[in-house]
């Protein structure tokens, strides 16, 4: 556990927890001591060595309990939406989101679960960016989002999920990139390892 920490830099945590939630791979159950490998490995960098679950119901309450951790405060400049069924279009907008300070939160194809309504309803976010094309995320929740800021809410999207992590590292970053990760769009664990290990700072995700 104690090299898994260190390889951990301090922003990691919240976006790599995001991330599995989205996958589904955080346990539920909030607790404050765990025999869990990963949420205490990360979240002793984000909590000064106390051991912290950040966990809901399902997906969509983890995440929302993610980012009420990350930013307490509310008000963030931008929210990244995506769909909770699905891993890649989470992992393209994490970078994003972070650069931009503000979380990824995960929603339902054709409905905004409450639990994340009522997060974007405490954020109140200076504009939301809703990451994927339309099977992914319906015109109707887009319409929905709007309601929740008042800066507007654009899709980045391409026609599968390489083109729609090339769209959204496009919209968020400017110029040209000191490093970019590339990794396997078929799975998960690639993408979200070398995000945890080797990134140190925000960087373009690709697949």
Known sequence: MRHLRNLLPSAVPALAVTALAVAGTVPSGPTRASASV??????????????????????????AAVSRDAFPNG???????????????????????????????????DTIPG??????????????VLVGGAAAVSSEVEQALGQYTGGGVTRAAGADRYETAAAVALAAFDGPAPQVLLATGEGFADALAARSARTPEPSRTLF
């Open 38 to 63: 990963v949420a205490p490995s990360m979240s002793t960098v984000a909590h000064g060595g106390e051991h912290v679950r950040l966990a809901g119901q399902d997906r969509y309450g983890t995440a």
């Open 75 to 109: 008000s963030v400049p931008v929210v990244h939406v995506v769909n909770g069924l699905g891993f890649a279009d989470a992992l393209a907008a994490g970078p994003a989101a972070a650069v931009l300070g503000g979380p990824v939160l995960p929603v339902a194809t």
């Open 115 to 128: 639990v994340i309504a009522a997060e974007l309803e405490r954020l109140r976010p200076g504009r939301i």
